[in-house]
């Protein structure tokens, strides 16, 4: 369930990430990733969690990773 009153936002490496109807698509970096979600309710509450994804070899492909 969405709820339209709880503002997201997901930052990558420091950097504000735009997503679609709550989906997001980072594209990680070789190394180390800092991913921060943000979120906020109508009401001011707010929590904030922050992950940290490795990626140790990166090919010529592009990778992604999906927040659904």
């Not at 800092?34 to 309710?41: C, F, M």
Request: zero cysteines; charged letters at 30%; proline letters at 0%.
């Amino acid at each position: 369930m969405k709820d339209e009153n709880i503002q997201v936002r997901v930052l990558l490496n420091g950097r504000e990430v735009s997503g679609n109807n709550g989906n997001y698509t980072l594209k990680l970096n070789n190394g180390e990733n800092i991913v921060v979600l943000r979120a906020e309710d109508a009401s001011g509450n707010k929590i904030e969690k922050s992950y940290t994804i490795t990626l140790t070899e990166l090919l010529d492909l592009e990778r992604e990773v999906a927040i659904e």
